[in-house]
Each structure stands twice: as structure tokens, then as C-alpha cells.
């Protein structure tokens, strides 16, 4: 008898770039939230970069025109677009450098909880046993502490920057993915694809990085994308309660904590940070709803 031949088991392949740019210009334009959200958030992000030569004063001077004769601040026109706040501050000017803080936090915190997320998910996922209970157990402790709470805590040790609070978020936000990225690996790494590379005699820092990861890239960017919006959302709460961003450096929560306090004398102060902020954390959730869409066309339908 003929032995039987063993055919190799080819791993199936992602979705190639220019195949994923072609079907998100159709998407897009069929997807009026969508389309509006990206706008917002590139309009948002130029805001931000360029913020130094669109601001028209200073957000950090109090001006001595910016209150009125009884120490009020000066509602919204003139040089002031958007009026001042109760130090004599330009709104607009502290509203785009506020733009840049929420931004940057978000990002970067973000970026670093997905490099850390990813990372943890991966090695849990893959190697099981052991590794995955000890790795199961940390996600489960940290996770069992409400958001808020645990990064007040954490800051008032550290104390409050713009880099604490990045590192704040992200050594909790990393939690969320990697319990994501893990469930995935679980189900990868059965695969007839991955195991066959196994037989070779593939190492598993090969096989997780040429062989798992990109099957996990699309995961990866729309919990990314949905990440930044719980970021900033976390950053303007902090701030809000006085421990993140310190003084006097422009954050949209700081001037929503300014606002609380004036509104009914000054509304603008309430009103102009806290509609950025609900632009924003809308834009990036709806990007995200369409990234999910377009890299995984079955989602729409499970919903």
C-alpha cells in the first residue's frame, strides 16, 4: 500500500493593506457617523498639533481685561471668542491647549497599555498551565478595583503629571486587552496551522510573533481606537477631582471642575470643555464601531 501523503496545513492569511484601504473608502462613505467621526478626530488632532499658533493668547496669563470691574469673568466675544474663565484666562486658547493634553494622554497611555496587554495576552494564551493561572490571577486583582478609585489612589502616592497619569492608566487599562488577546490565543493556537509549525520545531517567540499576532492585529486596533476614548475620559476625571493634570496647565477636566462652579454665572465654562470632551470620546467610539465593522464584517451581524 501506498503510504498517505501529509499535505502542509497553509496558514491562512490576513487581510493584505491594500484590500482593507480599498474597502474602508467604500465603507466610509456609506457610513455618515463614521465618516463624521474621522473628520472630527482630524480636525481634532491638527487642533491640537497646532495649537500653539492657533491659540490667540496665552492659557496660561491671566489677563487684567479678561474680568470685568467686579472680578467676573468676561462672557464669550471681542478678543475672547469663547470668554475667560475666573483667573482672567482665554477659554478658546486653554480649550486647544486642552486638546493636546487629553490627546496625548490618551494616546500614550493607551499605546502602553495595548503594548503591555498584548504582550501579557499572547504569552498567557499560548503557553496555558502555570503561566496563564498566575497571569489570570494579577488581571482578576487588578481589575477587581473600580477605575476611579484605583488611580486615585496610585497618583496620590506618586503624585500628579502628565507622566503619572500615563502610567497610572495604562497599568490598568492593559488588563482589559490582555484578557481580550488571551481568549483569542486560546482558540490560535489549536489551529492546524500553528500546530503543524509546532512539529517543525519552531521556536514560540516565532511562532506567537510570524504566526498569532497578525491574526490578533485587527483585535488590537479597535480595542486601541475604543482605548483612547476610555483614556481621556479617565485623565478628565482625574483632573476634575484635582489629581490629575496639576495646575495651571490647561485640561479639559480642570476647566469642567471650573465650570461646575460658575455655571450659573458663567455657563460657557461648563458648556465649551464638556462638549470637546463628549465630541471626542463620541468620535473615537464610533471610529471604533466602524474599524470592528470593516475588519470584521460579522460583528454587525452578532449585533
Keep these: 500500500m501506498t503510504a498517505p501523503i501529509e499535505v502542509p496545513v497553509a496558514e491562512p492569511a490576513p487581510p493584505t493593506g491594500g484590500h482593507l484601504l480599498r474597502k474602508a473608502a467604500r465603507g466610509l462613505l456609506d457610513d455618515i ?11 481634532l488632532a491638527l487642533a491640537a498639533l497646532l495649537a500653539p499658533a492657533l491659540a490667540p493668547h496665552d492659557p496660561l496669563r491671566t489677563y487684567a481685561e479678561g474680568l470685568t470691574d467686579q472680578g467676573a469673568p468676561v462672557s464669550p466675544g471681542g478678543s475672547f471668542l469663547l470668554g475667560t474663565d475666573p483667573n482672567g484666562r482665554d ?40 503561566v496563564d493561572t498566575v497571569i489570570s490571577r494579577i488581571t482578576d486583582v487588578i481589575m477587581s478595583f473600580p477605575i476611579l478609585l484605583f488611580c486615585v489612589a496610585l497618583i496620590t502616592v506618586t503624585g500628579p503629571s502628565q507622566r503619572n497619569v500615563v502610567l497610572v492608566i495604562a497599568l490598568i487599562y492593559w488588563t482589559y486587552l490582555a484578557r481580550i488577546i488571551r481568549g483569542m490565543v486560546l482558540s490560535l493556537r489549536e489551529r492546524e496551522f500553528v500546530t503543524a509549525t509546532r512539529t517543525l520545531g519552531v521556536s514560540n517567540v516565532r511562532i506567537m510573533l510570524r504566526h498569532i499576532l497578525p491574526h490578533l492585529v485587527p483585535a488590537i486596533i479597535v480595542y486601541a481606537t475604543l482605548g483612547v476614548a476610555s483614556s ?14 496639576p495646575v495651571p496647565e490647561a485640561s479639559w477636566g480642570q476647566m469642567i471642575d471650573d465650570g461646575r462652579k460658575y455655571y450659573e454665572v458663567a455657563p460657557w465654562l461648563l458648556f465649551a470643555p464638556g462638549l470637546c470632551l463628549i465630541v471626542t470620546v463620541l468620535a473615537f467610539n464610533l471610529a471604533g464601531d466602524w474599524l470592528r465593522d470593516l475588519l470584521d464584517p460579522t460583528a454587525q451581524e452578532r449585533r
Excluded: D, H, K, W
Design 91 to 130: 477659554v478658546l486658547s486653554r480649550l486647544l491647549y486642552g486638546a493636546r493634553v487629553s490627546l496625548t494622554i490618551g494616546i500614550l497611555a493607551n499605546g502602553l497599555a495595548t503594548i503591555i496587554g498584548v504582550a501579557v495576552g499572547i504569552t498567557a494564551g499560548y503557553f496555558g498551565g502555570l
Design 33 to 43: 457617523p463614521a465618516l463624521v467621526s474621522i473628520v472630527v478626530l482630524v480636525l
Design 232 to 245: 481621556i475620559l479617565i485623565e478628565s476625571s482625574l483632573s476634575f477631582i484635582g489629581v490629575g493634570v
